[in-house]
């Protein structure tokens, strides 16, 4: 009886813990809650260079300008949901479904867009590109 | 100080020169307010017209002289000129609006070529041929309570424009004698483009006067309608024209897009115009056995299985989610998905297998990792309600041990 309540016991004490230590081992995740995120690491992005980095449940851009500076905008495109990228020959952004373009603020250029694409502020903590949305004034 | 002080006396200037106009007498308004029918107009009406607000009145198109109250305000001595006939509504306006030292002091970034294109139009041809049933600016534009077209009352306003040309173009007795069709705004109504418009109030979406031009309007010919829709559809117009249908749809007379497309009822494309089933547009041209119909088999084959295999990926996914698992990234994932099916269908436009397979199947490599992740996160799922099922049963197992335990150490008492 004392060894089948022992096991019991152990049983259940092991059910108990091993959520415990799942939930004590680091996520995969950088999303910092719903409106800001690290989207990448200084150093990562060459100049005049993009990447997509995921913002919440979609996609952001991150831009590395010729000038040095970084800029965040939604990748969503504004026509049809396709993601946006960073066309370095241009020195624009580009949807690569409908030929779209914004500038490097997020505005619609040319092509189907019917609007801009949010844009995002940018701020360097350390060695981490941090992506938050803008909270209206 | 200073500064409120100088704003404090522009106000008061403004607030005199507002009264003063207002205490102008204006025979005109006077009479035709009290007018019916064509000849009434009110000071509330004329208020709201642009040219008013610029300081314009009523002498300025008709002559006379607002500021007499007897016959005298309507002589000719005082240049009166009383009903603007058809005829003469293009010149008369074309007077200010062709003129860019005049309108400088107004707007200087507005056009001043409309009376040159208007000349070139066929509302404009045939008006210089004596037609008086055609357009002229006020049809379009309204008189006496005219607005930019900026300004969502406008007729001009581009969500007004389709209703504004439906007045003459929808009206089967007016356009009788053109012997031109009059479905063109019933059909708009249908098209995707008006859903745009209208519905998504997506102003860039076209209207009539996006693809027929404006002041110069004049339908697009067979060998143009391509390069009207290119201005937006720029990558199905490129891949149209290195396409062999291109040489094919010219030596056969037909217009590029719409001989597909069709034009004002432009519906949402959908893949069922592909293929060779009854829906498909490519069997109106191509028959069974030849390397069109091939192809366009093959491409709605292509297209429809990245289609299923998205919808599988995303209903595993959403099974996943429901059941309370964490599956943002490959939802993430499955959207470039779906941009390699938008991209496929674009592709359709060079009318060729291969290379509708190239964006395929980058689309189905993901959707393939990404139904993978579903059932990965189902199975991790199960895992969970099986480790908390044999947690369950331990604590059971504890509770009914304990109980046994302690009616033992009872029956030894």
């Known amino acids: 009886m004392g060894m ?22 680091p996520p995969r995740l950088t999303d910092m809650g ?15 260079s993009g990447k997509i980095f995921r913002f919440g ?19 969503t495109c504004t026509h049809l949901s396709c993601t946006v990228q960073y066309r370095g020959d241009l020195r624009q952004v580009w949807c690569a479904c409908h030929n779209g373009m914004y500038d490097l603020a997020g505005r619609n250029l040319s092509g189907p867009p019917p609007r801009p694409l949010e844009q995002y502020d940018v701020h360097v903590r350390g060695d981490e590109i941090i992506v938050s949305r803008r909270r209206e004034a | 100080m200073w500064r409120n002080r100088s704003l404090g006396a522009i106000f008061v200037l403004i607030i005199t020169v507002a009264l003063a106009q207002a205490q102008q007498p204006n025979s005109c308004v006077d009479c035709h307010s009290a007018l019916e029918g064509e000849l009434h ?65 107004y707007n200087p970034s507005l056009r001043t070529d409309q009376f040159s294109q208007y000349q070139t139009s066929i509302h404009g041809k045939r008006q210089a041929a004596g037609d008086t049933k055609v357009a002229v600016c006020t049809d379009c534009h309204g008189v ?42 019933a059909d708009y109504k249908t098209s995707v483009h008006h859903e745009a418009l209208v519905e998504r109030g997506d102003l860039s979406a076209p209207t009539c006067t996006t693809c027929h031009g404006n002041h110069g309007a004049t339908p697009p010919g067979v060998g143009s309608v391509a390069n009207v829709c290119s201005t937006c559809h720029v990558f199905q117009a490129q891949l149209f024209e290195a396409s062999p249908h291109k040489a094919a749809f010219a030596s056969a007379g037909l217009p590029g897009c719409v001989t597909c497309h069709s034009n004002h009822g432009i519906s949402k494309p959908s893949d069922a115009m592909l293929g060779t089933s009854a829906h498909s547009v490519c069997t109106n ?56 099916l938008t991209k496929a269908r674009v592709t359709v436009h060079t ?48 509770v009914v041990a304990l109980r046994l335990y302690i009616k033992e150490i009872e029956k030894n008492q």
Do not use: W
Not at chain 1, 57 to 75: F, H
Not at chain 2, 97 to 104: I, L, Y
Not at chain 2, 149 to 172: E, Q
Not at chain 2, 370 to 396: F, K, P
């Open chain 2, 144 to 185: 006496h309570d005219l607005r930019p077209a900026s300004d969502t009352r406008s007729k001009v306003h581009p969500l007004n424009i389709a209703t504004t040309c439906s007045r003459c173009h929808a009206d089967a007795e007016y356009m009788a004698t053109y012997k031109i069709p009059t479905n063109q705004f």
């Open chain 1, 57 to 75: 449940s979609r996609p952001g851009l991150l831009m590395l300008g010729s000038d040095g500076q970084y800029r965040a905008l939604s990748a």
């Open chain 2, 351 to 398: 009318f060729a297998a291969h290379p509708v397979r190239a964006d395929v199947d980058s689309g189905l490599k993901i959707t393939t990792k990404t139904y993978g992740e579903g059932e990965g996160a189902l199975r991790e799922r199960d895992y969970r309600r099986t480790g908390l099922g044999m947690s369950l049963v331990a604590i059971v197992f504890v």
């Open chain 2, 41 to 105: 107009v009110t000071q509330e009406q004329f208020a709201q017209d642009i040219h008013a607000q610029k300081g314009l009145t009523c002498a300025s198109c008709h002559g006379g002289d607002p500021s007499k109250t007897d016959d005298s305000a309507m002589s000719k001595a005082a240049g009166f000129k009383g009903k603007i006939e058809r005829a003469g509504v293009p010149k008369l306006c074309g007077s200010c609006h062709s003129d860019p030292a005049f309108m400088r002091q």
């Open chain 1, 4 to 25: 089948l309540l022992g096991g019991g016991l152990f049983a259940s004490a092991l059910s108990f813990f091993y959520p415990v230590l799942r939930y004590l081992v």
């Open chain 2, 285 to 340: 041209c191509h028959t069974q056995g030849d390397a069109g119909y091939k192809a366009a088999g093959d491409m709605q084959q292509q297209i429809s299985g990245l289609e299923t295999s998205i919808v599988r990926s995303d209903r595993i996914l959403s099974q996943a989610e429901s059941s309370g698992m964490e599956v943002s990234q490959p939802r993430l994932e499955l959207d470039q998905a779906r941009d390699a």
């Open chain 1, 34 to 48: 719903g409106d800001t995120v690290v989207a990448g690491k200084v150093g990562e992005l060459r100049p005049n």
